[in-house]
């Protein structure tokens, strides 16, 4: 052997973070619309965890002599809606039912949706079946399903979460199937077949693994999605139910007192105005991070 | 628009000996890397066999093919490509070992991969580092170095330093020949640059529009080319040498390599040929053996001699 | 193909630096050349060297994030620091470029013939059917032929040589005095780089259109090229007539480059290619120093400790000029 000895740099110490994750850290950290988003959503995911104990009152406990309390009265700090019943508690606890709804609904789209697109993008022949079934998805309306679903199974958290993410499922599987489409394609799948890998292993160790950040992505923008879509079931009494608040049902409960207690629907639609806002901006911060071109 | 099966590669045999160098020229649409990839049964053929060391493996299923997986590895052209970005060099070099059962635990795998590394001139330190912290020719590097952990009989390299400069394509084919002759694998080199091969082959397979035009030593196809469009080929490719490049005359071909949907009939070559006559519009040469070698052209008499393209008056400009 | 009369473009001292996240990055230092009418000058290097940025920089291509200082002269006009409007009148009409990639510079949702009279409508006032006649007979000038059909055709309709070719025919609309080539045969086939080659040359003969070819690859250069110009991590290394340069290439960096190149004939006398070691480096301030004495065989203490000047022998009379302090040629004659 007489080929040359390349000089390389020093190599990093293989106890730190393996050195690509730590670019994307550092992009990240350089993105403070990024920062923002994630300050806001770990105030909002912390807010809701510790709800019990930083709630002053019971969501549903209410105080016939007080109602209609304007914000920063004394023991009321985001005032109080048509039963007395405490904003400031109910936005606590509405903040964790909608967190909930929003995290199921996207878990699900992932558990079906993933392997589904992996599998229309890899397997020609699932292609066209699989496709033409999430071009069914698209054309079922939404809103149908989860009437139908609640008339069925009864209006809960629970149902509107699997309304939502059956809604978010064909999302998900065309975004995988593209990636999955792109990267088969690739030489370093080539390389890994020629060795006799099979598909599985193809798709868990190659596919998988660089389709993640555009899952990622994905899963960041639907779950406000599900926020939103979550505010409209319970708006139209298809979701939780009373007297248990989410921010969509307290949205709904405060349409008939907007005008003599305003606070009652912004308070809650600025919430969830913020957490869908958090959840866009941290997902835009994350794709650009997890994108090695994206350094400029 | 034609739709339906494209015809790439047409009745094209090649056989590679044991520890010889097979360099398969040709140019964007000739079917050379759809060869490579049929040898390395990413793609089976329509008909015909692939056969390594004595056995058929075309039509093997995928169980069946596995011992033989680790006969063949195949080097592509974009290391940008052609390793994974997600894995370690470590992981990338070692999975050929994971993958056809080569090492018994976790530390043979690591020790061979350091091997592999040191042979190709990098350092075993190098397994922790990942794919994009490194250059084109250390990339490169890594791909060959997972090509041959497995020590196959036989290496496909596909273009494996076109997508490089100058300096590190020098370097890279002066590794991949030392490998050739210290490992002795059997390769096949598959390039459009004819001045690459000229270093590294024994025999050279000339490629055009899916056929096989012209097959022979190395030395019988660089310094007496019998089909006019391996002449045209060695002489369209400037030399690095102002003086010689000026002086000598070089053939201009009229037209383009036509699509490979629809190869003209006869001489798949006739209508950039220079010297075509009647009878290659429509009769397929076959390929013949002749004194020089093997050839596809009715021009060509047995005795290898025939008519040379380089010496025909040169087309005008503005007409090409 | 001789040069004739006053240089038409005069670079000097051209410095380009780009803002990075990792800093500022030295992409192009001190770099200097002329180009006169008809001339085919060759910018050579490998991928890192600079040679693309010092091409865009000459019409103000460059994005926003660099920093370009020196002059780039054309005729009497100076272009770094011109406002936009000028330098985009400049583009069309006086400096045109053609890239490697002829897919992508070409709309394809246009036909040729309207591409074409676009820029001639839009920089030379010219009515639409004088336009037209002038696309068909820009098209016959670089060899496609039955020009008056094909002008009515899409992108897609015509083969790789055949849209460089059409490439070249939008660069040369306005009858540009310079025209910028990067890498204009790289994406093409060796017989249809031949004829690409040829076309370009017999340009510069036939309109007097100066020539900066960008490119890799010396066999280019020794097919075209009346002058080179090799670059090395952003400085010019050595620069001279071709033929001059390729017989007695003084600096190390091109003795390597040139022996590097696989050549007919070289594996049956048993030679290897010669390899250049290590790797370009990214600079972010340029060195007072060689840039390329990490990678050098000849270099010592002197290399490490101030940067050669790009200078001609003492006893050559030519413009041959590197930038070294042990010449490669001068090793040589102590050699023997």
């Known amino acids: 052997m007489t080929a040359t000895e390349i000089v390389t740099p020093p190599a990093p110490d293989p106890g730190a973070t393996p050195p690509r994750r730590r670019a994307a850290l550092r992009r990240l950290r350089r993105s403070p619309l990024g920062i923002a988003g994630f300050a806001v959503l770990a105030v909002a995911v912390l807010a809701s965890v510790l709800a019990p104990v930083l709630a002053p009152y019971s969501p549903a406990q209410v105080h016939f002599d007080a109602p209609f309390q304007i914000p920063g009265t004394v023991g009321f700090a985001l005032g109080t809606d048509d039963l007395g019943r405490d904003v400031l508690s109910r936005i606590l606890f509405g903040l964790r039912a909608s967190l909930e709804v929003g995290v199921l609904a996207v878990a699900l789209a992932l558990v079906v949706g993933v392997p589904l697109g992996l599998a229309a993008g890899y397997f020609r022949a699932l292609d066209a079946v699989i496709s033409r079934f999430t071009d069914l998805m698209l054309a079922f309306p939404f809103l149908l399903l989860a009437v139908g679903l609640a008339a069925i199974r009864g209006p809960s958290l629970g149902n509107a979460a699997l309304a939502l993410g059956i809604s978010q499922i064909p999302g998900m599987i065309r975004v995988v199937r593209s990636e999955t489409f792109r990267l088969k394609n690739l030489d370093f799948v080539a390389a890994s077949l020629v060795d006799g890998a099979s598909d599985v292993w193809v798709l868990g160790r190659h596919v998988l693994p660089n389709a993640l950040s555009a899952v990622i992505v994905q899963a960041t923008v639907a779950i406000p999605q599900a926020i939103i879509g979550e505010s409209v079931l319970s708006f139209l009494g298809l979701g939780i139910q009373p007297p248990d608040p989410s921010l969509g049902t307290m949205l709904a409960d405060a349409q008939q007192y907007a005008a003599q207690a305003p606070w009652t629907a912004v308070v809650p639609g600025l919430a969830i105005m913020l957490v869908a806002l958090a959840f866009n901006l941290f997902g835009d911060a994350l794709r650009d991070a997890l994108d090695p071109r994206s350094s400029r | 628009m034609h739709f339906g099966p494209v015809r790439a590669v047409d009745g094209v045999s090649l056989r590679i000996e044991r520890g010889r160098v097979l360099a398969l020229v040709g140019e964007s649409g000739s079917g050379k890397s759809t060869v490579g990839r049929c040898v390395v049964r990413l793609l089976a053929p329509t008909s015909g066999t692939v056969r390594l060391a004595g056995t058929d493996v075309t039509h093997l299923s995928r169980r069946a093919l596995r011992p ?151 030395e019988a196809v660089f310094d007496s080319p019998s089909h006019p469009y391996t002449q045209a080929l060695l002489s369209a490719a400037p030399l690095a040498n ?79 | ?81 011109a406002p936009e409007p000028t330098l985009r009148r400049v583009r069309g009409a006086e400096v045109a470029y053609v890239f490697q990639e002829p897919m992508t510079s070409l709309n394809p949702v246009f036909t040729v013939g309207s591409q ?221």
């Open chain 2, 68 to 218: 033989h997986r680790r006969e063949v590895s195949i080097v592509f052209q974009d290391p940008a490509s052609s390793l994974d970005p997600r894995l370690s060099v470590g992981d990338i070099v070692g999975e050929p070992l994971r993958l056809l059962g080569l090492a018994s635990s976790r530390r043979e795998r690591e020790t061979r991969v350091g091997d592999a590394l040191e042979q190709v001139g990098l350092r075993r330190q190098v397994a922790q580092r990942y794919p994009h912290e490194m250059s084109g020719g250390q990339r490169q590097r890594v791909s060959i170095a997972r090509a041959l952990v497995s020590s196959p009989r036989l290496l496909v390299a596909d273009e494996p330093t076109s997508a490089l400069d100058v300096s590190v394509q020098a370097s890279v084919l002066n590794l991949l020949a030392d490998l050739q002759r210290d490992l002795g694998f059997a390769c096949l080199f598959i390039t459009h640059d004819l001045s690459a091969v000229e270093y590294l082959a024994d025999e050279v397979a000339v490629m055009y529009l899916g056929t096989l035009v012209e097959q022979g030593s190395r």
């Open chain 2, 242 to 320: 102002p003086r010689e490049q000026r002086a000598r005359r070089r053939v201009l071909l009229s037209g383009e390599i036509p699509s490979p949907t629809a190869p003209p009939p006869g001489c798949r070559f006739h209508t950039r040929c220079p010297v075509a006559v009647e009878r290659c519009r429509t009769e397929v040469p076959l390929l013949r053996t002749t004194a020089l070698g093997q050839v596809a052209c009715h021009l060509v008499a047995d005795d290898g001699s025939g008519p040379d393209v380089r010496q025909q008056q040169p087309v005008p400009v503005g007409e090409g």
């Open chain 3, 1 to 81: 193909m001789t040069a004739q009369g006053e240089p038409v473009l005069t670079v000097r001292d051209l410095r380009v630096t780009f803002r990075t996240d990792d800093g500022p990055v030295s992409a192009v230092d001190s770099v200097s050349f002329d180009v006169r009418p008809g001339e085919v000058l060759a910018v050579v290097g490998e991928s890192g060297c600079g040679k693309s940025v010092t091409a865009m920089s000459i019409a103000g291509l460059l994005p926003p994030s660099a920093t370009v200082t020196g002059s780039v002269r054309l005729r009497d006009q100076e272009l770094v620091g």
């Open chain 3, 116 to 336: 074409i009279t676009e820029t001639l409508r839009i920089h030379q006032k010219l009515s639409r059917k004088q336009a037209l006649a002038r696309a068909v007979e820009l098209l016959a000038l670089v060899g496609i032929p039955s020009p008056a059909s094909r002008v009515g055709a899409y992108p897609h309709q015509f083969s790789g040589g055949m849209r460089q070719r059409v490439m070249i025919a939008m660069a040369l609309a306005c009858d540009p005095a310079v025209l910028v080539a990067d890498e204009p045969t790289t994406a093409l086939d060796v017989t249809v780089q031949a004829a690409v080659l040829d076309l370009l040359r017999d340009l510069g003969t036939r309109l007097g259109t100066a020539i900066v070819l960008i490119t890799h690859d010396l066999g280019v250069v020794a097919d075209i090229a009346d002058r080179v110009l090799v670059m090395y991590a952003g400085r010019v290394v050595e620069t001279g007539p071709t033929q001059e340069l390729f017989d007695a290439p003084r600096h190390h960096y091109t003795l390597g480059l040139l022996g590097a190149v696989p050549t007919a004939g070289r594996r049956a006398a048993g030679g290897r290619l010669q390899e250049i070691p290590g790797l370009v480096p990214v600079l972010h301030e340029q060195p007072d120093a060689c840039t390329f004495a990490e990678r050098c065989p000849a270099a010592d203490e002197q290399c490490r400790a101030g940067a050669p000047a790009l200078e001609p022998r003492d006893t050559d009379p030519t413009t041959h000029r590197a930038a070294c302090w042990h010449p490669a040629d001068a090793l040589l004659t102590k050699g023997r």
